[in-house]
């Protein structure tokens, strides 16, 4: 029988797992969910980041057919994104409890102010470059996109919370595309740094893995329920819920 702290966290993961399918901002869900059930933040930190990695992969399978035609931007990017995760992964294995537990607050703001940003940051950008054409081979991008796809990545190993809305930024920055192609491209992106910086804290944190693994399977299944939730599920109004959470909980922290 599963007590009730326990279905608390899968609860959680549930739910962050739906968002994720359908807003983004899924850690600002299941990390305080971690925190107040007593782990240290960093501990924390690294449990949601291990639970929610089969939710990149269900985003990157489910928008496979939006890559066509990516393979010289992913030959690029992708080593980019990794190498980002793990710089990411080790300087959080490698923060002091007590420096990061005071960056928590700002890092919790930061995530929901980046969420908060995704839809007017989405109508600036849309529109603003042509789209390629469906399974049309395009040129890789510049080291500037480059570059930027890293640093945002190193941001995702570290915390992760607003990741996919920074390389969603990124690429329609520096690439021209259509908005949807290049959210197409972000999913591998951002299941690369995560899963870098998962697979570092697997093999060398202090992980939980009563926790992570049933907290995967909700996740994974709250990712699946958002998906096919997608056609009736308003996510402009999951995203501001999320970001009103957010907000609360970040200044909430900040309190002495």
Request: proline share 7%; charged share 10%; net charge positive.
């Amino acid at each position: 029988m599963v007590n009730a702290p326990t279905a608390a966290l899968l609860g959680a993961a549930l739910a962050a797992g739906f968002v994720n399918a359908l807003a983004g901002g899924g850690t600002l869900l299941s990390f305080p969910a971690l925190t107040a059930s007593g782990l240290a933040p960093i501990t924390a930190n690294m449990t949601s980041t291990l639970a929610l990695a089969p939710g990149y992969l269900g985003a990157s399978v489910g928008q496979s057919r939006d890559l066509a035609g990516h393979g010289p931007r992913l030959r690029r990017l992708l080593p980019a994104a990794v190498l980002g995760g793990l710089i990411g992964a080790w300087l959080l294995l490698h923060s002091e409890p007590s420096l990061f537990r005071r960056l928590v607050p700002w890092l919790i703001l930061s995530g929901a102010a980046l969420l908060a940003l995704q839809e007017p940051l989405g109508r600036r950008l849309r529109g603003r470059r042509p789209a390629a054409a469906a399974g049309e081979t395009v040129e890789p991008p510049g080291w500037g996109t480059v570059a930027a796809v890293l640093v945002a990545s190193v941001y995702g190993g570290y915390f992760g919370a607003g990741l996919s809305v920074i390389l969603l930024a990124v690429l329609a920055t520096g690439l021209a595309d259509s908005l949807t192609r290049l959210n197409g491209l972000k999913q591998p992106l951002a299941l690369a740094s995560n899963l870098t910086a998962a697979l570092l804290f697997a093999s060398g944190g202090p992980v939980p893995w009563a926790l992570v693994l049933p907290m995967a399977a909700a996740a994974w299944l709250g990712g699946l329920l958002g998906g096919r939730c997608a056609s009736w599920v308003d996510p402009r109004l999951l995203r501001r819920l999320v970001v009103v959470a957010g907000i609360v909980l970040g200044l909430a922290l900040l309190r002495p």
